[in-house]
């Protein structure tokens, strides 16, 4: 009876516990507003007053950075697909506010206080998965209904069977292909409510459609809140820094970068010095993920030169196997860059000869159009020679109703005897 007592006690202070613990993190979250964001980035980047958005984040990456493309990769959660950075700040630009591309300073971030798996458009096309930033001072609604400008294309596109891995960035299609893809794709519109925080999130790709063209079971990844900013992979759950932030706090100062720089000072994406541990960083998670994990390696003894050239044989082995793989893989995406641009042609050609055959089909109707005229032409012409000709009628002279009698005409012998007759005296 005791022990049942006992028991009863403890899980009824485990309850207890569980019901206040998260009510005093919430509060503490519900604190937290737009100066978190400010402080814990100005390390890897400028804050700078943009037109028409104000404070913005440039962060120090190099031309070839694309947010939700660069150093990073989807896993599904319980949100929908969410994205993974490898950067230190990832927590925070991927999860809140939106992305800006300027012309001459690349991508910008502008902040918000809703917290999401991610902030793109997502597209579906036959054998193809796509997304693209959302841009600031849209909603989800107005995003699924932009339309498509070439002109400002920040569309990636991967072969739906590559969606999930893990170095996503190796597997991106040629981007010259683009339109094509998103003339024969459809919007992925579907959305999940999430009543704790009043938002509603993109979920990306159905599971199932990953799961049937990868040939993979895809079980969705648990978030866990983490207390500190930053964000990693653990044990098969993404550890996540998303506090409830607030645009204000009360009337007190209104938070501000401490550091401002000004726009004119800000360096272009080419001209940018990124800092190179960040760079060692996310290039070592790269190639930790596509090797397979060695096994240390034991030093030979010191004299022992037939070991240490079997070492060495067997490091130039797997060294060349390396390259090996990592040459069929680059042959596999120019064949693949390559099917891509011959399919393009091929629309072009099917695009042309349609053309033709429709020039073709108008060019005959006008042929039939004038055979037409001409047949009615030549009916004509047939009928006005077919009536008789009608004689014109000479007119009676002016008040004359009787019938004009025909004039008499002398005969020789008469006109004989009247000369005569005048030659007698």
Known sequence: MKLKIKQLAIVLALSIAALIFPKSISAQQNNVNFQIFYDELSPYG?????????????PNV?????????????????????????????????????????????????????????WVNWRRANGYYGWSPMEPGFSISLSFNRPYNRYNDHWMF???????????????????????????????????????????????????DVQRVTGRRISPVAIR????????????????????????VGSGNKPAPRRIENLENVKRPSERKVQSQQQN???????????????????????????????????????????????????QQN???????????????????????????????????????????TRQQNINKAQPAQQPQKAAPAGSNQRQQPAKVKSQKQITREQLRKRQP
């Open 46 to 58: 400028d804050w700078v007053d943009y037109q028409n958005y104000g404070y913005v984040w440039v």
């Open 62 to 118: 190099g031309p070839d950075f694309v947010p939700y493309s660069t150093a990073g990769y989807w896993t599904l959660t319980n949100y929908g697909w969410t994205w993974v950075s490898d950067y230190e700040w990832g927590w925070a630009p991927f999860h809140y506010g939106r992305w800006s591309y300027d012309n001459y300073y690349g991508w910008l971030w502008v902040p918000d206080n809703e917290w999401g798996p991610s």
């Open 158 to 208: 991967v072969r739906d069977r590559d969606f999930e891995r893990r170095d996503l960035n190796s597997y991106f299609v040629d981007r010259s292909v683009n339109a094509m893809i998103i003339r024969n794709s459809t919007v992925i519109n579907t959305v999940y409510i999430d009543n704790s925080r009043h938002t509603t999130y993109v979920t990306g790709p159905a599971r199932d």
């Open 225 to 248: 809140e983490n207390s500190r900013p930053g964000q990693e992979m653990d044990n098969g759950q993404l550890r996540l820094y998303r506090p409830q932030v607030v645009k204000n």
């Open 281 to 331: 960083n996310t290039r070592q998670l790269n190639i930790n993920r596509n090797q397979p994990i060695q096994q240390p390696q034991q030093t030979a003894p010191a004299g022992n030169k037939e070991r240490q050239q079997q070492q060495q044989q067997q490091n130039d082995s797997r060294q060349q196997n390396i390259n090996k793989a990592k040459q069929q893989q680059q042959q």
């Open 335 to 377: 064949d693949t860059r390559q099917q891509n641009i011959n399919k393009e042609r091929q629309l072009q050609q099917q695009q042309q000869q349609q053309n033709d055959t429709r020039q073709q089909n108008i060019n005959r109707e006008r042929q039939q159009q004038q055979q037409q005229q001409q047949n009615n032409n």
